[in-house]
């Protein structure tokens, strides 16, 4: 098994632009995080799902974020328009029902300037 | 209620030692209590797991040892080798989705 993957793994953009993260989570797994880890605030929850349906999306920072998922195996993390404040580690985790840990991605590292 | 607060920020230890990380939560309804292993530019790897109704778990040189009535729980790595400088991550969680709510990390250095 190959793992989370995130792509891409570095993005640099300008404000105002709009980014999008993208994740495949592991086959079988049937939830989907989305965590943001900044060195202020660590890392931060910002959506989940469960079976492609989003759950809880209070972790969002503000309406330039949304997250979709259009099939069990991709999850897009959208910002528009990013900001320099946006600038973190985006992480992709999936795990196999609720009772086991999370599996991360290798994340994205986000520098809006 | 829904923080875990974890210490030290920073631990440095000498090969062979002792490594001790701490959290304490506040939510009685956390009932799944991981630790997370960070190397740079990788993302959290789960290292060990706990729940509330034993009081220690070990695997191999990781321990965490639990404290229902402190709502405390540490994480002790005996014999430290270099290989396990890295960031810690205390977590615990509650409910049917098991989301985590993360410590703020430890630093540990494991010197030659």
């Known amino acids: 098994d190959a793992g989370v993957i995130q792509s891409p793994r570095h993005e640099v953009t300008e404000m105002g632009q709009e980014v999008t993260l993208r994740c495949k989570p592991i086959?079988?797994?049937?939830?989907l995080f989305w965590y943001r880890q900044t060195m202020m605030r660590g890392l931060e929850l910002l959506i989940y799902f469960n079976n492609n349906v989003p759950i809880d999306d209070s972790g969002m920072p503000e309406d330039r974020f949304s997250a979709k998922m259009p099939n069990a195996s991709f999850s897009t993390l959208k910002i528009q328009p990013s900001e320099p404040r946006d600038s973190a580690v985006y992480f992709c985790?999936?795990?196999?029902?609720?009772?086991?840990?999370?599996?991360f991605g290798s994340g994205t590292r986000l520098t809006v300037v | 209620q829904q923080q875990v607060k974890q210490s030290p920020q920073s631990l440095i230890v000498q090969k062979g030692g002792i490594s001790i990380i701490n959290c304490a939560y506040e939510?009685?309804?956390?009932?799944?209590f991981p630790w997370y292993q960070q190397f740079p530019g990788k993302g959290p790897a789960l290292l060990i797991a706990?729940?509330?109704?034993?009081s220690e778990k070990k695997e191999g040189r990781f321990t965490i040892s639990f404290n229902k009535s402190a709502k405390q729980f540490s994480l002790h790595i005996m014999d430290s080798q270099p290989g396990d400088s890295a960031t810690y991550f205390c977590a615990a969680s509650s409910g049917s989705a098991r989301q985590l709510t993360f410590g703020s990390g430890t630093q540990l250095t494991v010197l030659p």
């Open positions: 086959s079988g797994h049937d939830y």
């Open positions: 939510n009685t309804a956390f009932d799944y």
């Open positions: 985790a999936s795990s196999f029902g609720a009772l086991y840990g999370y599996t």
């Open positions: 706990i729940r509330p109704d034993v």
